[in-house]
């Protein structure tokens, strides 16, 4: 029995229980009351006029009861921790058919474009069988993104998932009295790629918690070590390439078979019909100086339209502009700068050479690109009307603004030092042009004369040149 004795542990109990000697029935009540007198207040926006625990342990004094602040403050905090308790939930693991579900969802991303701190809305897909991630970046959070995200998904993929999962995002949803209906946007996406669509219950992220953990997971593998970035489009190449890294993985036992699932995704998924039209169509008047304004922003057009109406197709980052004829008459890259104004000198091409004065201030020369500012300043800053010209006849011709600056390049390659018109006009034609072929009908015995006579005068010219030789005036024939 003593063996038996010193064998056992000693018991202790697993709590205290002490009787509480100052918080009393009536001190719990009296704290309860203003607790739900201080919820009241809330609802009726008077926060300023809430009793703080300082004022309940002044109230409980006033009314002769003897309980310290600290007392008061412990039992407020338990009563809170009790309010908030909540059971952990048990979560069921699914299985998710290849090329059958997809979710959506949208994210926040900071990027310095250009020096310029910016702040982008990224378009996050993961298909949810594969774990596959694709993700877009976007200026809004707008139904333009909204529908250009998906278009670019399913042509990368080359397939349309069979059903899309999103949660309650304005750009998809209209939530009415009677339940929840698609967006016009979602609708007319629906029907041209043939997917169904469903809609997670408010407040419950794990319903689509394949996407949730990719918006943070790409974010993080994109946006961490690099946030400088020239352009939007440098921006989304980068993006798009850790995407694809994301895509080949398989260090781990979760990712070890990622490729070939999907693979499988792919496979099993819709008919790919091809790229959706996604833009808005506005119409909008020329004002007096050549331009629309759309969205707080203005944009010009060729100065013959002044007064009447244009179309506008408006795209996420681009709109085109189209005359009554539908005849396309114009193109800018979307600013989202309102108030801002953005020219193209070719719009005011027919006005600047009737005032040609007007040219050396004007807007539309300090937004062309800085060589062909440089160009004018250098060789047309007295003579605007013939830099006009040239660029007149460029816009027939179908030269662009590179083209010229080719031919500039080769006119100082031969040495010349000043640059007019005419030279940039002939080097523009020659640039391009391959070398002159004869038929065997044109090789005369006269033709084969000439052709020896200006290979001997080429010979001896190169022989000036090199100082090998002496220039033999009598051997020149032509």
Request: proline residues 3%; aromatic residues 10%; hydrophobic residues 35%.
């Amino acid at each position: 029995g003593i063996e038996r004795c010193l064998q056992q542990k000693p018991v202790y109990p697993s709590c205290r229980k002490s009787e509480r000697t100052r918080l009393t029935d009536a001190v719990c009540s009296e704290i309860d009351y203003w607790l739900e007198e201080n919820a009241r207040r809330r609802l009726k926006r008077l926060h300023k006029q809430c009793l703080k625990r300082q004022d309940i342990h002044r109230v409980l004094i006033e009314k002769g009861y003897d309980i310290s602040y600290s007392s008061v403050c412990k039992y407020i905090q338990r009563r809170n921790e009790a309010k908030t308790r909540k059971p952990k939930e048990a979560f069921i693991k699914q299985y998710y058919e290849p090329g059958q579900e997809c979710e959506f969802d949208w994210g926040e991303v900071k990027l310095y474009i250009d020096g310029k701190l910016t702040t982008f809305t990224m378009a996050v897909f993961a298909l949810c069988h594969s774990e596959g991630r694709w993700a877009y970046l976007f200026r809004h959070q707008d139904n333009l993104a909204f529908m250009e995200s998906h278009r670019n998904f399913f042509h990368d993929v080359h397939g349309v998932p069979h059903t899309m999962v999103y949660d309650n995002m304005k750009v998809a949803v209209i939530l009415k009295p009677d339940g929840k209906q698609p967006t016009d946007s979602l609708t007319r996406m629906c029907t041209f790629y043939g997917f169904n669509f469903r809609f997670c219950n408010a407040r419950a992220g794990w319903e689509k918690g394949h996407v949730e953990r990719s918006v943070d997971y790409v974010r993080g593998r994109a946006f961490t070590t690099r946030i400088n970035f020239d352009s939007v489009e440098a921006a989304q190449q980068w993006l798009s390439r850790i995407c694809e890294g994301i895509n080949r993985e398989t260090g781990s036992v979760a990712t070890g078979r990622k490729p070939e699932a999907l693979r499988r995704d792919i496979d099993a998924m819709l008919h790919f019909p091809g790229d959706f039209g996604c833009f808005d169509m506005i119409t909008c008047s020329v004002d007096k100086q050549s331009t629309i304004c759309v969205k707080g922003c203005h944009y010009s057009v060729p100065d013959c339209l002044v007064g009447q109406s244009v179309t506008v197709q408006l795209y996420s980052e681009r709109l085109n502009i189209y005359d009554t004829d539908h005849k396309k008459v114009a193109g800018h890259e979307r600013s989202y700068d309102k108030g801002s104004w953005h020219f193209d000198i070719n719009h005011y091409l027919d006005t600047l050479i009737r005032k040609p004065g007007a040219l050396k201030g004007s807007v539309a020369l300090k937004q062309m690109p800085q060589k062909m500012q440089d160009l004018f300043r250098v060789h047309y800053v007295d003579n605007g009307k013939d830099f006009l010209g040239l660029l007149k006849y460029c816009q027939q011709k179908g030269h662009d603004y590179d083209d010229i600056l080719k031919a500039v390049k080769i006119i100082r390659m031969r040495g010349a030092r000043h640059i007019n018109t005419d030279q940039i006009k002939v080097a523009l034609e020659t640039m391009n042009a391959g070398p002159i072929t004869f038929s065997e009908e044109q090789r005369t015995e006269a033709f084969l004369e000439i052709e020896m006579g200006s290979e001997d005068v080429l010979s001896q010219l190169d022989a000036v040149m090199c100082g090998n030789g002496s220039y033999n005036t009598g051997r020149m024939d032509i």
